[in-house]
């Protein structure tokens, strides 16, 4: 049997010069990723979203480099074809070039995807070019809202909606590209924003609250299948409503447990030899 083709910085690219849209979607786990390979998606993000789809916390903030690592591994084990991002959680890449390059070496050696992911626009310009040049490991740019920095921004807010944050987008995306970043995360930021930063820089963007003019689109897993409750934001869209569904199973269940119709003896249970069960009793 010959092994599925895995798909590459340079697919991606090819992508973007053809016009063709590229999809992403997080996923944290070996069966999620099985599910999402199949599927025909181009990239898995390992986010630092993990934090709070799937650890409880109410921001990325708490997610280590050993959480990227442990649910990388995972996702690693049920992927043939698709790139695997792995993020690059708070406080792994601020220090120095040195540590970045350390924390980038580990998720790809130890967690193994095939590129890192970093928040950030012209201040992390040295991180970026350090890791991709000195490293060789390719890397995903991430500018507009970034939630590490979510303190610091006063909350989930739209960036780029003022003349000096909107030049400072554009300026960063430029940047990037130039430290050798192989593709761009813009993350809520006006739709005619995104549009003028797909249009002037030559690598893939991914939108995430951008609009439909990115080069691609990248939801968290749990909001697209509707697996995740309470708040949605305005740019989610749910194909599903998992939610809903584990529910009524659960309910079923236990319905089932409690009046006795679960298990039954003829679907759900094992038999022993007649002769050794009068030896028993």
Excluded at 36 to 60: F, H, K, P
Excluded at 102 to 113: C, H, Q, S, V
Excluded at 191 to 197: E, G, T, W, Y
Excluded at 240 to 254: C, F, G, M, P
């Amino acid at each position: 049997m010959v092994k599925e083709r895995k798909i590459t910085v340079l697919d991606l690219q090819r992508l973007k010069e053809k016009g063709d849209k590229i999809s992403m979607i997080t996923a944290y786990d070996y069966p999620t990723a099985q599910v999402v390979d199949r599927a025909g998606i181009e990239i898995i993000l390992v986010g630092d979203s993990l934090g709070n789809a799937v650890l409880g916390y109410e921001n990325t903030v708490p997610v280590r480099v050993d959480d990227i690592i442990y649910h990388a591994k995972a996702v690693m084990r049920g992927v043939k074809r698709t790139l695997v991002v792995g993020d690059m959680p708070f406080m792994s890449f601020n220090v120095s070039p040195e540590q970045a390059m350390l924390n980038a070496g580990r998720i790809m050696k130890e967690g193994g995807t095939d590129v890192v992911k970093l928040e950030g626009g012209r201040e992390v310009a040295d991180v970026v070019s350090a890791i991709v040049n000195r490293c060789g490991i390719p890397v995903m740019g991430h500018i507009g809202l970034t939630p590490q920095r979510v303190s610091q921004l006063g909350g989930f807010k739209v960036q780029g909606k003022d003349l000096a944050k909107a030049k400072k987008a554009i300026d960063d995306a430029k940047i990037l590209e130039e430290a050798g970043a192989f593709a761009l995360v813009l993350e809520c930021i006006p739709h005619q924003l995104a549009k003028l930063i797909t249009e002037q820089v030559s690598i893939p963007t991914i939108g995430i609250g951008a609009g439909p003019c990115c080069d691609g689109q990248v939801l968290v897993f749990h909001d697209l299948v509707g697996w995740s409750a309470g708040f949605s934001p305005k740019f989610v869209k749910r194909y599903q409503d998992l939610n809903a569904i584990i529910s009524e199973a659960l309910l079923t269940y236990i319905d089932e447990v409690k009046s006795g119709s679960f298990p039954t003896l003829d679907e759900h249970s094992f038999t022993m030899n007649e002769e050794i069960l009068d030896q028993l009793q």
